[in-house]
């Protein structure tokens, strides 16, 4: 079609390249250290808190061991075990999603702004078709979510006696904002009730599906949230364990 | 901001529309005075009145009702008469383009025969059948949720702005638009209907082509939540029913047609 003027990537003029660049900042900066603190192997436990990044610690190795699944053969980092669940869930996560489709692979990098490739595909085909087996991440994160509670509440025992500090707090945080990130998932929200055509004859499902529904809504916020609260406790707890700051006690 | 745009004061509008048709065209100048309250569909009808009575708009109810006048306001589709002038800087020239999508007929018309085309491949509501007593029954709590779908006017700004066809032209066979994700919902949602539409949204429709950039739901005058609502729970019934195995084994988490 030969539309000439009209046809430029964007009739745009705000500034529409400022979100997606916000985003590759974001996300960018948390997967660099999120690896960075995945391959440490160490300075993840400060009695008694231990880093979400390494929680559950499954193996025989671990400063702080959770379940001993895994032997003394086992050396490498244990986050290893573990960070590919949070990971994969939230690599799959609807909003995360959008975030990345737009800010890395600038597909649209913003509305009615062209994509940068000529093909499209979306997730027709693999690898992307894959983004089906978000609901498995998001019962894969149910346990997790279920340690992360247990070091929050034994990060109130201080060697056998009953105390608050800071790092308990930013534990119990902790918990509850991954809580309401799984909690929130649109496939949470599938499975609670979404997927029914009568409510009526489901009255439970229907107010869990209510329920979620309304967190639903501020699923991105609670993303954002969780992403950046879960990255300040492993800085904590490892700023604790290289004996940089002193956590501060309530009780 | 808005001061500068009041009737009286001499203010004008400085618009950028665009004149032509399919083989070719350009952006053209136009100043005509700004008088309190109007919106673009306003200054569209006064570079009419004054300055290029061809001008051709394709317009109805004035009230953001009708789907008629959407076009690209600065680089972004909406609906020309729920664009108050009184949103742009004063003495900001404000570009008006056709809606990029569709195949162009002449100046800020387009032809979005597509979304008819589309329209027809949907497999239409078929009811249950009647109660004992001769009558259908449907409840608030079900109702509720479909309401939303039936708020759509037609105005085809998902489409336009959808990338999977705005940018892909070879994807228009396969892919049936957001608007249409919200009718097949509206369907697939609705309490008294029996048909499966699971395996038409998989294949014909091409719901695996959409990455929910939610682009459909910005652009939405009528502030449907196209991605969340629509999209997304009828993704995840075509995941239950072609991609989880488990549920597949459990054969009961979809409701009545999964």
């Given at each position: 079609m030969s539309t000439l003027a009209i046809d430029?990537?964007?009739?745009?003029?705000?500034?529409?390249?400022l979100e997606p660049m916000l985003v590759v900042l974001g996300l960018g900066a948390f997967a660099v250290y999120s690896t960075w603190a995945a391959l440490q192997n160490g300075n993840y436990y400060a009695a008694p808190y231990l880093s979400p990044f390494y929680?559950?610690?499954?193996?025989?190795?671990?400063?702080?061991?959770?379940?001993?699944?895994?032997?003394?053969?086992?050396?490498?980092?244990?986050a290893i075990l573990i960070l590919w669940i949070p990971g994969g869930f939230r690599l799959t996560c609807y909003y995360y999603r959008k975030a990345y489709y737009r800010s890395f692979f600038w597909s649209p990098p913003a509305c009615a702004v062209r994509d940068a490739a000529s093909g499209y595909s979306g997730e027709t085909r693999f690898p992307f078709i894959l983004q089906n087996i978000h609901r498995y991440f998001f019962w894969a994160s149910l346990p997790i979510l279920a340690f992360l509670w247990w070091d929050a509440i034994i990060a109130f025992n201080f060697g056998g006696s009953f105390g608050i500090g800071l790092g308990t707090l930013v534990l119990i945080a902790n918990a509850a904002l991954l809580s309401l990130y799984s909690f929130s998932c649109h496939s949470c929200r599938h499975l609670c009730g979404g997927g029914l055509n009568s409510f009526k004859t489901a009255p439970g499902r229907y107010k869990a599906w209510g329920i979620i529904t309304k967190l639903n809504e501020k699923h991105m916020q609670i993303a954002w949230t969780s992403l950046v609260w879960v990255g300040l406790t492993d800085v904590y707890v490892r700023l604790l364990a290289h004996g940089v700051i002193q956590d501060l006690r309530f009780i | 901001m808005a001061e500068a745009a009041v009737a009286g004061n001499g203010a004008e509008a400085k618009m950028r529309v665009w004149r032509g048709d399919a083989s070719g065209g350009e952006f053209r100048d136009y100043t005509v005075p700004l008088q309190e309250g109007m919106v673009v569909l306003d200054v569209i009808h006064a570079i009419q009145a004054m300055h290029a009575g061809d001008l051709a708009v394709r317009w109805n109810c004035k009230a953001g009702k009708c789907g008629s006048c959407s076009a690209e306001v600065n680089g972004k589709p909406r609906l020309m008469c729920m664009t108050r002038m009184n949103t742009f800087e004063p003495g900001e020239t404000i570009t008006v383009a056709p809606i990029k999508t569709f195949p162009l007929i002449r100046d800020l018309v387009t032809d979005v025969s597509y979304n008819y085309e589309k329209a027809k491949t949907i497999p239409p509501f078929k009811p249950k059948p009647k109660e004992a007593d001769g009558t259908r029954r449907m409840y608030q709590e079900d109702i509720d949720r479909v309401q939303e779908f039936h708020k759509c006017i037609e105005c085809y700004l998902c489409q336009d702005v959808c990338?999977?066809?705005?940018?892909?032209?070879?994807n228009k066979p396969s892919f049936a638009g957001p608007r249409f994700f919200v009718r097949v919902a509206s369907l697939e949602m609705h309490p008294l209907d029996t048909d499966d539409r699971l395996e038409f949204l998989r294949?014909?429709?091409?719901?695996?082509?959409?990455?929910?950039?939610k682009c459909c739901t910005e652009v939405c005058p009528e502030h449907i939540k196209i991605t969340d609502n629509s999209i997304i729970p009828m993704k995840e019934r075509v995941v239950t029913r072609f991609y989880d195995p488990i549920a597949r084994l459990l054969g009961a988490l979809g409701g009545k047609k999964s």
């Open positions: 430029k990537r964007t009739l745009r003029q705000d500034t529409w390249w929680s559950p610690c499954l193996a025989i190795n671990c400063e702080h061991v959770s379940v001993p699944l895994f032997g003394s053969w086992y050396n490498w980092s244990p | 990338h999977v066809i705005r940018d892909h032209d070879d294949n014909e429709a091409g719901l695996g082509f959409c990455n929910i950039t």
